[in-house]
């Protein structure tokens, strides 16, 4: 999510960190293109030259050595997603080891290689290679093309219906009790973004359209990830101790567990018919980022950033704003429904290479986000935030069992 003069407002931005971006003379033979971003104390960014020896031949020596340790680290966190669970067959932890998902891994991995890269000095020379807003763009407009619009047609009725209810009730409680909490105002967005919609990709556009800070986002994906992992067991044994049926409790499990892969793996474990139904929820619900980003933009534009002295942005200033990456989130979406009615069967190979690049850009994403974190940022954030997370996730689970028994009752897949 960097490089372009829209990205580097985005407090997601990847780049050195404040600490490496002290203003330096331009040196004549400096490419012109060379910036970096730093943090202003209102979370907002802003671009600021590099320091004069970083923009000679050792800045592009220090950056291919941290695309060196990004890219290594997000190859060995596709060989550990890919084989954990094989090396688990047959064991204790078999079912465990075949839930956890890649940006578990990435995380991890990008958080070790934080603590080494930061013992060894060599943090601030490298994290110009940390590109998080780059990858996680590139992977979020990648995801639209997994959204089939003529799939989402075809349960349009109570699918659409459950997530603009469930989205709407959950957000406003969110952002509610975080406001309660006295939580800033864009983590606020973060979190109910992050547990009313899908998870780490609202969080991440909700990002780019209230300018968070890094920290914020990586705190905001750690507890969507400390929650999903139990969910994907809870849910389903819920399920049958409550006696739901297929179709209520897909729906039920699309619409509370915040990542589309592990709706996945709960709604296998459901069955088939319900796994069925949570996968077109679910997406459903992806879908709907997009309204999501709109609607933040313009509430920060217009509410939460604007000094009382300055006049009313207009139409101009909200597209500057808006995070464009998801336009190509929709268009992404748009393409491929038209692709795959034309191709047919054809077309499901391609869409396969498409989601296994969009794998690839989000586990880069969420390794340069375990890289750039400072875990004092975290630490300051306190217990309040998980206390918020964990209140909206059981009003999530309440109000969705709600909405899915009533729209989903006597629905057969």
């Known amino acids: 999510m960097a490089g372009a003069p829209e990205s580097a407002a985005h407090g997601t931005a990847a780049g050195p960190s404040a600490a490496a971006t002290t203003a330096a003379p331009a040196a004549t033979d400096a490419p012109a293109a060379v910036t ?13 030259p590099p320091p004069a020896d970083l923009r000679s031949g050792a800045f592009w ?10 890219f290594g680290l997000a190859a060995l966190t596709r060989y550990l997603e890919q084989n954990v669970p094989v090396w688990a067959e047959g064991s204790a932890i078999e079912d465990v080891a075949a ?3 890649y940006p578990v891994y990435a995380i991890l991995l990008g958080l070790l290689g934080n603590l080494v890269v930061t013992v060894t000095g060599l943090r601030e020379r490298i994290s110009a290679a940390f ?10 407009v990648l995801l639209g093309a997994s959204i089939n619009l003529a799939v989402i047609a075809s349960a349009a009725g109570p699918a659409i219906a459950q997530a603009l209810l469930l989205i709407s009730g959950v957000f406003l409680f969110t952002w509610w009790l975080a406001g309660r909490f006295g939580l800033d105002e864009k983590l606020r967005a973060l979190l109910a973004s992050a547990v009313s919609i899908c998870g780490i990709s609202a969080a991440i556009a909700a990002a780019g359209a209230v300018r968070a800070r890094r920290e914020q986002l990586a705190y905001t994906a750690s507890l969507v990830i400390a ?6 067991f809870l849910l389903p044994w819920l399920a049958d101790v409550l006696g739901l049926s297929d179709a209520v409790a897909g729906a039920w499990i699309g619409g509370n567990i915040d990542t589309t892969a592990a709706v996945t793996a709960a709604g296998a474990l459901a069955g088939e018919d319900a796994l069925q139904i949570a996968s077109i929820v679910k997406v459903t619900q992806n879908a709907l980022m997009g309204v999501v980003a709109v609607a933040l933009t313009a509430y920060f534009a217009l509410r939460v950033e604007r000094r009382p002295d300055t006049p009313r942005p207009g139409l101009g200033e909200l597209w500057r704003r808006f995070p464009k990456f998801v336009l190509g989130f929709v268009a992404a979406s748009v393409i491929a429904t038209w692709y795959l009615g034309v191709a047919g069967a054809d077309g499901k190979a391609t869409m396969a290479i498409v989601t296994d690049l969009r794998v690839w850009f989000l586990i ?6 375990g890289l750039e974190v400072r875990v004092s940022s975290l630490r300051e954030a306190g217990w309040r935030p998980v206390t918020v997370f964990a209140a909206a996730t059981v009003f999530n689970l309440v109000l969705a069992l709600g909405l899915a028994s009533v729209l989903f009752h006597g629905f057969t897949v």
Not at 61 to 70: D, E, F, P, S
Not at 364 to 369: D, E, K, M, N, Q
Request: cysteine-free.
């Open 99 to 101: 839930a956890v998902e």
């Open 364 to 369: 880069l994403a969420f390794v340069s986000i």
């Open 131 to 140: 590109r998080t807003e780059f990858f996680i763009k590139t992977g979020l």
């Open 61 to 70: 020596a220090w950056t291919a050595l941290g695309l060196l340790v990004v």
């Open 227 to 232: 929650f999903a992992l139990p969910s994907i």
């Open 36 to 48: 970096t971003t730093t943090d202003r104390p209102d979370g907002t960014a802003s671009d600021a």
